[in-house]
């Protein structure tokens, strides 16, 4: 009789637990697949787009913080944010398209302004959609603005509006600016982390967070010169609108808790009986004047009748509009990197490439570059600035559109332009740069930890973070600082007509606004994008011409997420499939499906230079 094989059973209990795992997995992916192919057929055959009422206004709903470009987010990133409450960014871009198209929209009888999840996004983006809603206005059609509560930003961009609403127990919250930053010396004393800084320019103050307990003499001296003349943008334009007395809003936020206790500590009188609003009410009170103004819902006589800016902009992009235009606009958001990088940073080889894709395109003439960046490497800016070069050499005329910030390295890329733009409250300049190196030698001692070695010369080793920096290699770092300085010098000064002495004396790490940096010469015009476009077009001598935007191309997977979450009917299938992905093993097969992109790491093999400004994301 044959003796039982002991390791049968537990062989074959394996066996049946692989080929299960096996058809869980194709199971998956089949249901998967299947959930892919429902939500295409959905948002290919779904039901057709209901028609827009005759006579409604126009929903504006800003959320998250205002952009010139969204940051770039991975497809499953995107997939599983569906159902969330709004986005994290709001493209200016898309707003004032609407704007402008919805003021000669017979269908469209005003705007509803409603910035409750408005997280603000800088005054020159809110000034560029104030500038469409005016336009709008002009064509008699009124613009109202809704919210609960009003931050100093949202209640700027409320400033433009015909009507400002307020909760009868909300609040307006107006403080002025500042720039508050945490000083980090003693913390990095007592780690015994030591920073060794190389820089150029007596006012570039981005190091001093690292080297400093508090802001340096020069730091306060500069910062207060820009931040003062941003407050007085802010509250010449608010001043203005609501027809108050110069200096009014200063008054009112020094003397605040004195005002407040005139109205026994109640915030929305208050913001009345200053004309800060129009109206207080109930929400349900708001919605009852509205559709006295408006008309009600055809279908809920509670609700007031409007369009929101989704539905109106499907209707708009019907039939699709071809990818075609003489006037290119390319974007550059974010901070300047080395390489290629996404969409919400700027790589200097990637948007090299997409400068390149300009020149080449035949039916381009003329090239409009949005800059929205404080800067960064100062390499990446470089080879920006040299594919900008080829451009006009080619024929093509250049023209610079600054957002919120063309600062710094964000300047630097500028310098190869035929005319630079910037809108009132643009923070640019910061002509300067530094080096930045910490050593870990004192840390790691601490711990018990020695290096020790030998080497050829007397840098071998001198950039190890757990070594003392040797005084040839400090040297040799801050003379190479000073060649980027000078070297940025000169390409400013050719650009803008001047010599390096001038710009040096306008330099040295300060920042500016849009209209003074025009008194300094280093800006041309003040504006915002579509006079940039206008100027571009004219440069080029075109009597009509069409904007075509040149962007990354999408993955087919970001394509189909994209449609996917473009279409109602598409989003239900995808809200199935995202709630399934709350189990941590659907979610791990849903990141490998689709993959995120690769992580933004600066890596530190060696000091960088940079042309950075820490001012342009410092304002609160």
């Known amino acids: 009789m044959p003796t039982p094989n002991k390791s049968a059973n537990p062989l074959r209990l394996f066996s049946l637990l692989w080929r299960g795992l096996s058809w869980l997995r194709t199971a998956l992916l089949n249901l998967i ?31 998250g913080i205002l952009v010139d470009q969204y940051s770039y987010a991975s497809p499953s990133a995107r997939l599983l944010n569906v159902g969330n409450e709004g986005p994290m ?26 910035l409750d999840d408005l997280d603000g996004g800088g005054l020159s983006k809110l000034q560029e959609i104030g500038e469409a809603l005016e336009r709008f206005q002009a064509t008699g059609k ?82 207060q010169q820009w931040l003062d003349a941003l407050w007085m943008e802010y509250t010449d334009h608010v001043e203005q609108r609501r027809q108050l007395e110069p200096g009014t809003l200063t008054e009112f936020i020094n003397d605040m808790a004195t005002h407040l206790r005139a109205t026994q500590g109640d915030t929305a009188q208050l913001a009345l009986q200053h004309r800060l609003v129009d109206r207080v009410s109930s929400r349900q009170e708001r919605v009852r004047l509205l559709i006295e103004r408006f008309g009600a819902d055809s279908e809920d006589a509670e609700k007031v009748q409007y369009v929101d800016l989704q539905h109106y902009n499907r209707h708009r992009a019907w039939p699709p509009a071809i990818p075609a235009g003489n006037v290119a606009l390319i974007v550059a958001s974010g901070t300047i990197l080395d390489g290629s990088h996404p969409e919400g940073t700027i790589g200097g080889d990637s948007l090299s490439e997409l400068i390149r894709n300009a020149r080449q395109d035949e039916e381009v003439k003329a090239l409009v570059l949005r800059i929205d960046s404080g800067g960064g490497s100062a390499f990446a800016s470089e080879i920006i600035r040299q594919e900008l070069e080829l451009v006009r050499e080619a024929g093509k005329p250049i023209v610079i559109s600054m957002g919120s910030v063309a600062a710094s390295g964000g300047y630097w890329i500028a310098m190869s332009a035929d005319q630079i733009w910037a809108t009132p409250s643009t923070i640019t300049g910061s002509i300067g740069v530094f080096g930045l190196f910490p050593s870990l030698e004192k840390s790691f001692a601490k711990l018990g930890i020695h290096t020790d070695g030998i080497g050829t010369t007397d840098l071998s080793g001198a950039m190890r973070l757990d070594t003392a920096l040797p005084e040839e290699a400090a040297q040799v770092l801050q003379l190479g600082v000073e060649h980027i300085y000078h070297r940025f010098l000169h390409i400013v000064a050719a650009n803008r007509g001047s010599d390096p002495a001038a710009i040096d004396a306008v330099a040295q790490g300060r920042v500016w606004t849009g209209i003074k940096a025009q008194d300094l010469g280093l800006v041309d015009k003040i504006g915002y994008l579509n006079d940039a476009v206008a100027a571009a077009a004219q440069l080029a001598n075109l009597d009509e011409y069409q904007v075509k935007l040149i962007e990354r191309e999408l993955t087919p997977q970001e394509r189909l997420i994209r449609e996917m979450l473009g279409s109602e009917s598409g989003q239900v299938a995808w809200q199935a499939l995202a709630g399934l992905a709350g189990d941590a093993v659907w979610l791990k097969r849903l990141q490998e499906l689709l993959p995120d992109g690769a992580e933004l790491l600066l890596n530190g093999k060696a000091p960088q230079i940079y042309a950075l400004c820490l001012e342009c994301s410092a304002v609160d």
């Open 33 to 63: 697949t299947l959930v892919i192919v429902i939500a295409i057929i959905m948002a290919i055959v779904g039901p057709r787009e209901p028609p827009l009422p005759e006579n409604a206004p126009l929903l504006l709903r800003p959320s």
């Open 89 to 114: 960014e709001t493209l200016v871009r898309d707003l004032v398209d609407a704007i402008d198209h919805a003021a000669h929209d017979t269908r469209i009888s005003g705007i509803l302004l409603q």
């Open 142 to 223: 009124p613009v109202v603005a809704l919210a609960d509560n009003y931050t100093q930003e949202q209640y700027f961009l409320a400033s433009y509006a015909d009507e400002i609403h307020l909760n009868e127990l909300g609040s307006l919250a107006l403080t002025g600016m500042g720039m508050y930053r945490n000083y980090l010396k003693d913390a990095f004393d007592k780690l015994a982390v030591q920073f060794h800084v190389f820089k150029v320019g007596e006012f570039k103050d981005f190091v001093e967070p690292y080297i400093r307990n508090d802001m340096s003499a020069a730091s306060r001296e500069h910062n």
